[in-house]
């Protein structure tokens, strides 16, 4: 079966680093997407992994374990705007895309 | 994403209408998909399609049928809408490269009464 786990929420001080947690357990791999999205909106593409190790885009940055089968996005620097949700997405072997339920964060200053 | 447009935005209807949701792309992607979003269930995919004669289900596709009738175009029908198709409904597109992400159009909030 697939399975994809993400923390429900979680909160952070504005200037802080935040890291949110991916586990999926899906039928083949072709990569992982992180997706952030605020409130009413579309989600819109942060960042991708396929091989292991860490890829830095800027203040984000994104990890994958494909043994462990996990990932974490790494936010560094907060700002207020980055309160969003952040969701977890792995393609798999079908090229379709499974979400996870979507870590909500909090910045508060 | 101004280059993936959903029609109409927001809705409201009555149970047992059918409804049609439309989706259409300036991008060029072969690829479109059709997903509701719920509180706490995160994005589930209710069908896709990787060319204009290609359809195919999700996860969740009962109640729902879907119309490619171009490759800028994805349409999804409700046949008989009831409550609990109630959800914010998402249309995405992308290319075929295993590394190519997603574009999600705007988004339409559909309420059944």
């Known amino acids: 079966g697939q399975n994809i786990d993400q923390p429900t929420e979680m909160t952070a001080t504005e200037g802080a680093i935040v890291q949110i947690n991916c586990t999926y357990q899906?039928?083949?791999?072709?990569?992982l997407f992180w997706y952030q999205q605020h409130a009413g909106e579309a989600p819109t593409f942060l960042s991708y992994?396929?091989?292991?190790g860490l890829e830095e885009k800027g203040r984000f940055s994104s990890f994958l374990s494909r043994s462990k089968g996990y990932s974490y996005l790494l936010l560094k620097e907060l700002q207020m705007k980055d309160s969003a949700s952040y969701l977890c997405?792995?393609?798999?072997?079908?090229?379709?895309?499974?979400f996870g339920p979507g870590t909500r964060l909090s910045v508060l200053p | 994403d101004a280059d993936v447009t959903q029609t109409p935005r927001n809705r409201i209807t009555k149970t047992g209408k059918r409804i049609m949701l439309e989706c259409s792309q300036t991008?060029?992607?072969?690829?479109m998909y059709w997903y509701r979003q719920d509180p706490g269930l995160g994005l589930r995919l209710i069908y896709y399609?990787?060319?204009?004669?290609?359809?195919n289900k999700g996860e969740i596709s009962d109640g729902y049928s879907v119309s490619r009738q171009a490759q800028a175009k994805f349409s999804l029908s409700l046949e008989s809408a009831i409550p609990n198709q109630t959800a914010l409904y998402f249309c995405?597109?992308?290319?075929?490269?295993?590394?190519?992400?997603?574009?999600f159009g705007d988004g339409t909030r559909l309420s059944i009464l």
């Open positions: 995405a597109t992308s290319d075929s490269g295993h590394n190519q992400p997603q574009h």
């Open positions: 991008k060029g992607h072969d690829r």
């Open positions: 992994n396929v091989l292991d």
């Open positions: 399609s990787f060319d204009v004669k290609d359809i």
């Open positions: 997405a792995v393609r798999e072997e079908g090229q379709n895309f499974v």
């Open positions: 899906t039928s083949g791999f072709n990569g």
